[in-house]
């Protein structure tokens, strides 16, 4: 059982920086694959990044590479994302979620754990 908790959300301008935080519970946080994933208003939930629970592996979408890093501290059990160079069709509900697959999943059915998300509004 894994709980997740994220924050670090909030109003920027565009071109700006942000990083969410994802707080786990749980003593086996590393046997999990970790990823974000965001819902804009009006519109579905889609995948940003994901990261094997080791971290040794990445995965991230088109539209936010080069600019989001995603890290993790499995001592801590804690995930980061790190959004730079921020776009206003970045904003939306960002989440954190967790999987026992192995690798980096895209697929959001392939997540157990979810947290509540936190809000990440870039305005132009």
């Known amino acids: 059982q894994v709980h997740l908790v994220e924050s670090g959300g909030g109003l920027v301008q565009a071109g700006a920086s942000l990083r969410l935080s994802c707080a786990a519970s749980g003593r086996t946080f590393s046997w999990y694959a970790v990823g974000w994933f965001r819902q804009a208003p009006g519109k579905q939930r889609e995948f940003v990044v994901a990261m094997s629970g080791s971290g040794t592996n990445t995965d991230y979408a088109d539209s936010v590479k080069g600019r989001f890093t995603i890290s993790r501290d499995n001592a801590e059990n804690m995930v980061y994302l790190q959004m730079n160079s921020l776009k206003p069709e970045d904003t939306a509900v960002y989440y954190c979620?967790?999987?026992?697959?192995?690798?980096?999943?895209?697929?959001?059915?392939?997540?157990?754990?979810w947290g509540q998300g936190t809000q990440v509004t870039v305005s132009s």
């Open positions: 979620a967790a999987s026992l697959w192995g690798g980096v999943p895209r697929l959001q059915n392939n997540y157990s754990y």
